[in-house]
């Protein structure tokens, strides 16, 4: 584990972006960050954990809400400075409800919402 994490490249505030997919059908479900000891947490239990910028403090996926990601696989990008989360999402990944957080497209500069994605 000790090469995997000597590999990441970290931005100057200690925080690497991780893309959350559902590992079954490829679907894209957010976008969150992940300081160190939130990817050595996820590597040890299987359950991810991001970092919160807003709260400024480890935030594990569905401790409140019982929508937590299990995670399945977790990737490394040719540069070192992203992680892709292959996950088994339990409910929705949103805050919003929705199963995704890309549920809105731009289209012909509106934003308009795409089919409903709640589970």
């Known amino acids: ?7 990441l490249q970290f931005d100057a505030a200690g925080l690497i972006p991780a893309i959350a997919q559902q590992h079954d059908s490829g679907e894209v479900l957010m976008l969150a960050w992940m300081t160190r000891e939130a990817v050595e947490e996820t590597l040890a239990t299987s359950r991810v954990c991001y970092w919160s910028r807003s709260r400024q403090k480890l935030w594990r996926k569905g401790e409140t809400s019982g929508h937590v990601q299990r995670l399945v696989e977790m990737r490394l990008d ?6 892709l989360l292959r996950v088994d999402q339990e409910g929705p990944a949103c805050h919003t409800g929705e199963r995704s957080c890309f549920f809105r ?4 500069g509106e934003t308009r919402s795409v089919e409903p994605t709640r589970p």
């Open 78 to 83: 040719c540069d070192g400075d992203t992680l």
């Open 1 to 7: 584990m000790s090469a995997l994490l000597e590999a």
């Open 105 to 108: 497209r731009i289209e012909a």
